[in-house]
């Protein structure tokens, strides 16, 4: 129903910064929903980094606190990630997915685009 599709990532040095996007068509239409920004790298578990839901509320992970922010295009149904300061250990392939139900649960994100990756050089 929705298909998010990300862009944005590539190599920086440390202290730098990027900008995710992502475009998921649709996303605004539904009743409810939560967009979440995801990472993964290699030997880690996934971690969600940040989230929006259709209320406005958003939350980042503490590991990101500060330094990253989410937020959404008023017109469009296109999200963002700033990412600033960033940290070799920020290194990971960046997901964005779509929680059709609204609670921002990381088992109910049920569509995920193919990711986009960062990485930071020391």
């Known amino acids: 129903q929705v298909q998010p599709v990300e862009s944005g990532g590539g190599s920086v040095q440390t202290g730098g910064s990027l900008r995710l996007s992502c475009v998921a068509p649709?996303?605004?239409?539904?009743?409810?929903?939560?967009m979440g920004w995801f990472r993964r790298s290699p030997g880690k578990e996934r971690e969600m980094v940040a989230s929006?839901?259709?209320?406005?509320?958003?939350w980042h992970a503490n590991s990101v606190k500060g330094r990253f922010a989410i937020s959404e295009d008023n017109d469009k149904d296109a999200l963002y990630l700033q990412m600033s300061l960033l940290k070799p250990e920020d290194s990971a392939m960046y997901y964005c997915?779509?929680?059709?139900?609204?609670?921002?649960?990381?088992?109910?994100?049920?569509?995920w685009g193919q990711g986009t990756q960062v990485t930071v050089s020391a």
């Open positions: 997915a779509a929680d059709l139900l609204g609670f921002c649960v990381s088992s109910d994100f049920t569509y």
């Open positions: 649709g996303y605004k239409a539904v009743s409810r929903y939560c």
């Open positions: 929006l839901d259709s209320i406005g509320r958003r």
